[in-house]
């Protein structure tokens, strides 16, 4: 026991738990499917996390301060809606102008969202609340309830998704994957490396402490938005090459699953702790039994959501009881996970 | 060790004022600080050491006066500033991040050349400095769970990596044990020794003899004295502290004698809180309840009310033995309490008088199906309205929009409509104007004289003094002495609450005497 409690922290059990977590999971469907493991379910759970992982990166950021961007879906539905009329139009443009496109349009709204929260002092909730149905009204309004078409888009998007980065044996690792899993990474760095990451933890951790501080609280939290909203666009981005058909419904329900993914990852809604490994392997548990449920037929749809909200509040409550309990027995092996001191 | 003359000043604060509405916090006040001195400041609760602290940490701009850092007058317009300039303040509750490291919670607010955060780097200078300082804690590990004097350990070590020049503690030893007084004292003595300058705030006399070189005294927003520690007294500290006169203002009519006993408390105590509180409380007899704050008074008149009930001793009300674990059954016995905070506890601002007054006994207003009978509700409201002279154009209007002395009225009001037989009032007077004050004194007096028995709890001396038959006295959550009104003068009151030597008889006014 002494062990383990001194080559990891219990905030670290977190993400190993749902790693194995994540491999129960496969392990048991793959008893209850036919062909379950295999290339295809690779691909398509890939497929599918890659667009979430990326919204809920950004989540995490604003969540670390203690807030909350309902309105990423919307802003996704935007961006992959947007873009994807002015790829239709033109089939020229490029694919580095389409993607900054989206992912400029993004930080734009983020901007709004977060000059709301951080300079206007509305809380979040509400101001990201009302984007949500805003920026959803605009798209709406702009389409004229017309759909991009999947034909009408260049070529080299429609290959995106199909794009391979490497191959594992069997598995193929997509491009749109292997891009999620980068910004993943990016800014799981920016947190650990980047003063402006500890800096998030430090005002969701104590707001007070950290005006008291002198830190640029309000440009910390403002810079937040922005990020998120640019890297909703370009989830925006990555929806529109992988269906090609936007409607303007597209990116709808994202936010709530960005905040679960969030959630279940370990990520303290109240601010001030948490990882983006953790958001991704939220992401990725949530993904997963959300696919495999569709295709186990012993539960009905409807108990499907009932069960991934269900997970959510587990995650919740573990939060708050099981990481007080490991804390405790860490305490009792000796090993001091608190700063207490250690003469 | 002294600060020699000859040492040029670090800070100087040059005839500072700060006004917020009707408060004059800070009237043309000045301190100077030097390297290397520990300079205590001294005053009651709203002396104004608080807004002196914002001011010098840029929380709070002055409404005149200059401030001079090395010789240069400088404007501090926030806390970034206020860091940079290398001041910095500590607080009795310290301001740290739970989630941080030990190491990160001493560099987070730094200004690096790279945005990159070196770990290796951080660390290492983590643990040289808590090193320096005889601390020994993992600067790895997430901040939480750190025992108070090691949170203070870790701003302590924030102030030095940040080379403060002028360093402010605000009551720091407030939460601690003897034995981290101590450590906290050896920290402060190793600073004194690398030329910072420390502003030291407490209550507790002994410490600031203990420790500081130098000690100024503020009282009413006003500067009193600055003088050597060597020539200071603390019979000396504490009159300048108090030393002003009482207006006749508070027209105090003495019970006319002293009812039967209505509240008799015996070794009342709250683990952690306060312990062995004894009193009696008699029909018709205000008990003031004086000390500084942190002293527990309130916790107290919680206890009695049920909201944060005590773990033992004995409580008899009108000679029954009871105990008090709920408000509800406090008020089934007949006492009520009116608290300190209008806003949080004890007003529901947006709605009108009358939802406020009823609020507590509805049940009486209900007529047939338990529909609520607007009119009664209403004859009552306008009622107290009239006898408590609370000025407002109906009883509809919005408790909010009202001013703070006619708020307390109507809190005032709520409570009495419960015909209460002992009323507990918390503050009753704070923050409202000199002219709703007399009138809140005008009906406590009236109130007693029908034969409630009041307790009182209030940090103004002159107005416990005023309008108490008897006064107790607490300190840190023990009980220090009840003077009966002939015997409370302020320097004992004040001598008790602080925890000096207690003048024998009623000394004599200090008429002035410390107005240097």
Redesign the interface.
């Known amino acids: 026991m002494k062990a383990i409690t001194r080559a990891i922290r219990p905030e670290q059990l977190r993400e190993i738990t749902l790693a194995a977590l994540i491999v129960v999971v496969v392990l048991f469907f793959s008893s209850q499917i036919q062909g379950y493991f295999s290339g295809r379910t690779f691909n398509r759970v890939t497929a599918s996390v890659a667009i979430i992982a990326v919204v809920a990166v950004g989540q995490t950021l604003v969540v670390l301060t203690r807030n909350i961007d309902l309105s990423v879906g919307s802003i996704v539905g935007f961006s992959a809606y947007f873009v994807g009329t002015q790829l239709a139009n033109d089939n020229t443009l490029s694919p580095a102008f389409a993607i900054a496109l989206a992912i400029g349009l993004g930080a734009l709204m983020g901007a709004i969202n977060g000059a709301l929260v951080a300079y206007g002092r509305v809380p979040a909730i509400i101001v990201t609340l009302g984007t949500l149905a805003i920026y959803r009204t605009i798209l709406v309004d702009m389409s004229g309830a017309k759909t991009v078409v999947v034909d009408a888009l260049p070529q080299w998007l429609k290959d995106l998704p199909r794009t391979n980065l490497i191959q594992i044996g069997e598995l193929d690792i997509r491009l749109m994957f292997g891009l999620a899993v980068f910004v993943v990474l990016v800014f799981q760095l920016v947190l ?8 998030l ?2 005002i ?3 707001p ?9 609280t309000q440009r910390i939290v403002f810079s937040a938005f922005v990020l998120c909203g640019a890297l909703a666009g370009l989830a925006g981005f990555m929806f529109l090459a992988r269906f090609g058909t936007i409607t303007v419904v597209a990116g709808q329900g994202m936010e709530l699953q960005s905040v679960a993914a969030v959630v279940v990852g370990g990520v ?1 809604i109240f601010g ?2 948490g990882s983006m490994i953790g958001a991704f392997l939220g992401a990725t548990l949530i993904d997963l039994l959300e696919q495999s449920l569709i295709r186990w037929l012993r539960v009905s749809e409807f108990w499907r959501d009932a069960l991934l909200g269900l997970l959510i509040l587990l995650a919740v409550a573990s939060d708050a009881v099981i990481l007080n309990r490991l ?1 405790r027995i860490w305490a009792q092996d000796g090993v ?8 | 060790m002294l600060a020699s003359p000859d040492k040029a000043p670090v800070l100087e604060m040059h005839h500072i004022s700060k006004r917020f509405d009707a408060t004059q916090a800070l009237d043309d006040v000045s301190l100077t600080l030097y390297p290397g001195e520990v300079h205590a400041l001294l005053g009651e609760n709203g002396a104004g050491k608080s807004t002196l602290i914002k001011i010098m ?1 840029g929380i709070h701009q002055p409404d005149a006066g200059e401030i001079v850092l090395d010789g240069q007058p400088v404007q501090i317009a ?7 300039l290398g001041i910095a ?1 500590i607080y009795q509750e310290p ?8 190491a ?1 919670n001493i560099f ?2 730094h200004a ?1 050349r790279t ?3 070196n ?1 290796g780097r951080i660390v290492r200078e983590a643990e040289a400095i808590l090193g320096r300082l005889d ?5 790895r ?7 108070l004097a ?1 949170q203070q350990a870790v701003e302590i070590a924030k102030a030095i990596s940040l080379q403060v020049r002028v360093l402010i503690m605000d009551e720091p030893t407030a939460s601690l044990s003897a034995h981290e007084v101590e450590q906290l004292f050896r920290l402060v003595d190793a600073l004194r020794r690398q030329g910072v300058a420390i502003l030291f705030i407490s209550h507790r006399l002994d410490e600031v003899f203990a420790i500081a070189d130098r000690v100024t005294v503020f009282r009413d927003g006003r500067w009193i004295s600055t003088r050597l520690r060597s020539e200071v007294t603390p019979e000396g500290a504490i009159r300048d502290m108090v030393g002003r006169e009482i207006g006749d203002f508070f027209a105090k009519t003495p019970a006319a004698q002293r009812g039967e006993s209505l509240l008799s408390v015996r070794g009342l105590s709250k683990r952690g809180v306060f312990s062995d509180i004894s009193f009696d409380v008699h029909r018709g007899e205000v008990l003031g309840f004086a000390g500084l704050v942190g002293a527990r008074r309130t916790d107290v008149g919680l206890a009695l009310f049920g909201i944060e009930p005590a773990d033992s001793g004995e409580i008899v009300f009108e000679g029954r033995p009871c105990t008090i674990r709920s408000p509800e059954q406090a008020m089934r016995l007949g006492i009520a309490y009116v608290s300190e905070d209008r806003r949080q506890l004890g007003l529901s601002l947006p709605q009108s008088i009358t939802a406020n007054i009823t609020l507590p006994l509805l049940r009486r207003y209900a007529a047939a199906f338990g529909l609520l009978d607007f009119k009664a509700e209403e004859q009552t409201a306008e009622r107290y309205k009239q006898q408590l002279a609370i000025r407002a154009p109906n009883v509809q209007v919005e408790v909010g929009k009202l001013s703070g002395g006619n708020q307390q009225k109507v809190m005032l009001a709520k409570w009495l409509n419960t015909a209460p037989k002992l009323l507990i009032l918390d503050e009753p007077t704070r923050g409202i104007d000199v002219g709703a004050k007399a009138e809140v004194h005008h009906i406590i007096n009236a109130l007693a004289q029908q034969g409630i028995g009041i307790i009182m709890i209030s940090s103004d001396l002159p107005e416990v003094l005023g309008m108490s038959d008897r006064v107790l006295v607490m300190r840190e959550g023990r009980q220090m002495g009840v003077f009966d009104r002939a015997q409370a003068t302020q320097e004992r009151i004040m001598a008790a609450a602080i925890g000096g030597a207690i003048p024998d008889s009623p000394a004599p006014r200090a008429d002035g005497e410390g107005m240097a």
Do not use: C, H
């Open positions: 650990v490396y980047l003063r402006f990451g500890r800096r933890y430090a969701g951790s104590n007070e402490a950290a005006r008291n501080a002198g830190l640029p303290n001030g702790s804390r001091s996970v608190q700063g207490k001191p250690v003469e | 940490t926030n806390a970034m500033q206020a860091q940079r303040a301001m740290i991040f739970p989630d941080l490291s030990v990160e987070i607010g690096e945005p990159f955060v770990w601390v020994k804690l993992d600067v590990m997430p901040a939480r769970g750190l025992t090691a």
